[in-house]
């Protein structure tokens, strides 16, 4: 803000400038960007890509884009991506994950801790690595361990040294949901558990590992909403940036 003043000041800005820049918000007309969320929460506002339509995206990112903003951009399908790339090739598709990103600068943070990121099957792939590419794109490190659900359990044991150094587990699960509670008491750090709509009919498009999740006896499992992969990274980096500014 004193930098936007000093140019008013010296005749570099006229008021009306300065005004549309000090704006907490631009109103585009179907969407309102929001480019003080970064400076409230410590992020840019992200995109929820599903539902809108390809010039919509397009109009909010080139409107982040012009501040200086990262952009991130979820729920958006192969077809809909390949449209966007076509006029915007500067951002990148992370295809298994369905997120568009790009970055205004590359940080230079470099952290120390990681975030374990647990996915009970390979048809759970999708959410787990939109919790994957959220959380690394927001700055943290992370470590994958896919394919490890509680149907072959020594696949998990494997490695639960390795997540046990973990700051903060993602655990992502359909079917029973039963990982997160199993992860829960391995470990003694925060569990953020993510139900999945993967499984047959009595899973009934996920509620049923949502309420196995939810009436979890292991301590330290905090549940989001039913495929919310994106809720799932974004807690997770919030955990894993607090660590980090304990260690400091």
Same mark, same amino acid.
């Given at each position: @803000?004193?930098?936007?003043?000093?140019?008013?000041?010296?005749?570099?800005?006229?008021?009306?400038?300065?005004?549309?820049? +000090?704006?907490?918000?631009?109103?585009?007309?179907?969407?309102?960007? *929001?480019?003080?969320?970064?400076?409230?929460?410590?992020?840019?506002?992200?995109?929820? $890509? /599903? $539902?809108?339509?390809?010039?919509?995206?397009?109009?909010?990112? /080139?409107?982040?884009?012009?501040?200086? *903003? *990262?952009?991130?951009?979820?729920?958006?399908?192969?077809?809909?991506?390949? /449209?966007? +790339?076509?006029?915007?090739?500067?951002?990148?598709?992370? /295809?298994?994950?369905?997120?568009?990103?790009?970055?205004?600068?590359? !940080?230079?943070?470099?952290?120390?801790?990681?975030?374990?990121?647990?996915?009970?099957?390979?048809?759970?792939?999708?959410?787990?690595?939109?919790?994957?590419? &959220?959380?690394?794109?927001?700055?943290?490190? %992370?470590?994958?361990?896919?394919?490890?659900? %509680?149907?072959? &359990?020594?696949?998990?044991? *494997?490695?639960?040294?390795?997540?046990?150094?973990?700051?903060? !587990?993602?655990?992502?699960?359909? @079917?029973?949901?039963?990982?997160?509670?199993?992860? $829960?008491?391995? %470990? !003694?750090?925060?569990?953020?558990?993510?139900?999945? !709509?993967?499984?047959?009919?009595?899973?009934?498009? $996920?509620?049923?590992?949502?309420?196995?999740?939810?009436?979890?006896?292991?301590?330290?499992? =905090?549940?989001?909403? &039913?495929?919310?992969?994106?809720?799932?990274?974004?807690?997770?980096?919030? &955990?894993?940036?607090?660590?980090?500014?304990? =260690?400091?």
């Amino acid at each position: @803000m004193e930098n936007i003043l000093r140019q008013v000041q010296e005749g570099k800005l006229t008021i009306d400038e300065a005004m549309k820049v +000090l704006k907490p918000y631009e109103d585009l007309g179907f969407a309102k960007v *929001d480019h003080h969320r970064k400076k409230r929460q410590g992020f840019p506002e992200f995109i929820f $890509g /599903e $539902g809108k339509t390809p010039e919509q995206i397009m109009a909010i990112f /080139e409107a982040m884009q012009k501040r200086g *903003d *990262d952009v991130v951009v979820t729920r958006v399908d192969k077809e809909k991506a390949a /449209e966007i +790339l076509v006029k915007h090739p500067e951002l990148t598709y992370h /295809e298994t994950a369905r997120i568009l990103s790009w970055k205004a600068v590359d !940080s230079q943070e470099k952290r120390t801790g990681y975030i374990a990121i647990l996915c009970a099957g390979t048809s759970d792939l999708p959410v787990a690595e939109e919790a994957a590419v &959220i959380a690394e794109l927001l700055g943290s490190n %992370v470590r994958r361990f896919y394919d490890v659900g %509680v149907a072959g &359990i020594h696949r998990l044991l *494997d490695h639960a040294e390795e997540i046990q150094g973990a700051t903060v !587990s993602v655990v992502v699960a359909g @079917m029973e949901g039963a990982l997160a509670s199993v992860v $829960g008491g391995l %470990v !003694s750090h925060p569990v953020i558990a993510v139900p999945t !709509s993967v499984g047959y009919g009595a899973s009934f498009n $996920g509620v049923s590992a949502l309420l196995t999740m939810l009436n979890s006896c292991a301590s330290g499992v =905090s549940v989001v909403n &039913i495929d919310n992969g994106f809720g799932g990274g974004y807690q997770a980096v919030l &955990i894993d940036r607090l660590a980090g500014k304990g =260690s400091d």
